[in-house]
T-cell receptor, first 112, second 118 residues
Framework: DAGITQSPRHKVTETGTPVTLRCHQT?????MYWYRQDPGHGLRLIHY???????DKGEVSDGYSVSRSKTEDFLLTLESATSSQTSVYFC???????????FGPGTRLTVL | AQKITQTQPGMFVQEKEAVTLDCTYD???????LFWYKQPSSGEMIFLIY??????QNATEGRYSLNFQKARKSANLVISASQLGDSAMYFC???????????????FGQGTELSVKP
């Protein structure tokens, strides 16, 4: 499996507070993704990155921003968390030669 | 319209029997990829199998095979000789368009929960 870690693994926060989730890889893969998983919706793409400082929006990007200042780290930020952002967040990555995506362990975020 | 449809919210199968999980997709792009992932109760997403739209043969990986029927736009997952450890949620996903044009973004179905009975 690709070396992907996510931090924190669990977080409880209050409405209106900023939250940053980190995805770290040791595989030097170019493409990285953030998804959220909610009951009844499967996984939905929030943002993705196709290189350092190159990012683009996904299906459910409102309320989220991302940054990628180096290959190994992809950060997802909720500027002002809302209860609707309570979810499980998955990071994924893929290389240029194969587009199979490998997922991190997930972060469970609860916004009270 | 749903891009990926998994019509079976839950299924049961007897241990050692084969089971088919249904997935239909909708795209007008001639280049696409189809994926199946397994999510056990522990929560991680495990890649199982991949089928490209131009692949002539059905993909196989051990006990997993993908029954790819392009004209019907279906990509069913077949698990042979089910094991208790196969109990999990299974997701079908599609990369619509070529990887380099679309950046590999995946669209997921809602999943099928498979329970294997001893």
């Amino acid at each position: 499996d690709a070396g992907i870690t996510q931090s924190p693994r669990h977080k409880v926060t209050e409405t209106g507070t900023p939250v940053t989730l980190r995805c770290h890889q040791t595989e030097n893969h170019r493409y990285m993704y953030w998804y959220r998983q909610d009951p009844g919706h499967g996984l939905r793409l929030i943002h993705y990155s196709y290189g350092v400082k190159d990012t683009d929006k996904g299906e459910v990007s409102d309320g989220y921003s991302v940054s990628r200042s180096k290959t190994e780290d992809f950060l997802l930020t909720l500027e002002s968390a809302t209860s609707s952002q309570t979810s499980v967040y998955f990071c994924a990555l893929s290389g240029a030669l194969t587009d199979t995506q490998y997922f991190g362990p997930g972060t469970r975020l609860t916004v009270l | 319209a749903q891009k990926i449809t998994q019509t079976q919210p839950g299924m049961f199968v007897q241990e050692k029997e084969a089971v088919t999980l249904d997935c239909t997709y909708d795209t007008s792009d001639p280049s696409y990829g189809l994926f199946w992932y397994k999510q056990p109760s522990s929560g991680e997403m495990i890649f199982l199998i991949y089928q490209g739209s131009y692949d002539q043969q059905n993909a196989t990986e051990g006990r997993y095979s993908l029954n790819f029927q392009k004209a019907r736009k279906s990509a069913n997952l077949v698990i042979s000789a089910s094991q208790l450890g196969d109990s999990a949620m299974y997701f079908c996903a599609m990369r619509e368009g070529s990887f380099y044009n679309q950046g590999g973004k995946l669209i997921f179905g809602q999943g099928t929960e498979l329970s294997v009975k001893p």
